[in-house]
């Protein structure tokens, strides 16, 4: 299902969806957590960025994967295949950690809502959870340049 999109490998071509989404989720959701007037404007997108966030950096981390079962199978050096296990690991914390952020943005936009359930909780809650969103952003940012960094350089080190 990850392997090939018309011919072409998978993970080259929905790796740019993760590419996109995940680093607009967390600048939304940090926009978000901390410039409260924003709220009102910025939410739905949030909303939409928590789940296609970590959806995007799913199907980036599963076609990935089957890419590198492909490699091996057609012999390629232990130096290529090395590189790509070191870049997984960076795509498979990318992952977890959009996941986490886009949970807990979820989750701050419920309890900044204003329903009823919403305002029964204490107000600290939200101030906290927002402190997690910053840092869950800052991390899947991160990752997120990591994973990229290190899968362009397995693609074009040494091609230019």
Same mark, same amino acid.
Do not use: C
């Given at each position: 299902? $990850? ?6 490998? %998978? ?5 740019? /969806? @993760?590419? #996109? $989404? #995940?680093?607009?989720? =967390?600048?939304? &959701?940090?926009?978000? %957590? ?11 997108? %949030? &909303?939409?960025? =928590?789940?296609? !966030? ?38 498979? =914390?990318?992952?977890? $950690? %959009?996941?986490?952020? *886009?949970? =807990? ?8 809502? *204003?329903? &009823?359930? &919403? ?8 101030? #906290? ?5 910053? #840092?869950?952003?800052?991390?899947? /940012?991160?990752? @997120?340049?990591?994973? *990229?960094?290190? !899968? /362009? ?8």
């Amino acid at each position: 299902m $990850f392997r090939e999109i018309l011919g072409l490998p %998978a993970h080259a071509l929905v790796v740019h /969806a @993760a590419v #996109v $989404f #995940v680093p607009l989720l =967390a600048l939304f &959701a940090i926009g978000y %957590a901390v410039v409260p007037r924003l709220r009102g404007r910025i939410g739905w997108v %949030a &909303a939409v960025l =928590a789940v296609l !966030g970590p959806v995007t950096s799913f199907v980036a981390k599963e076609s990935g994967e089957e890419l590198k079962q492909v490699l091996i199978r057609k012999g390629y050096p232990p130096e290529i295949v090395s590189q790509v296990n070191q870049h997984q690991e960076y795509g498979d =914390a990318l992952f977890w $950690f %959009a996941l986490g952020l *886009g949970v =807990a943005t979820l989750v701050l936009l419920f309890l900044t809502s *204003g329903r &009823a359930r &919403a305002r029964r909780l204490p107000s600290w809650l939200a101030v #906290v959870l927002s402190a997690v969103v910053v #840092v869950l952003g800052v991390l899947t /940012a991160w990752y @997120a340049y990591r994973t *990229g960094d290190s !899968g /362009a350089h397995i693609v074009w080190q040494g091609v230019l």
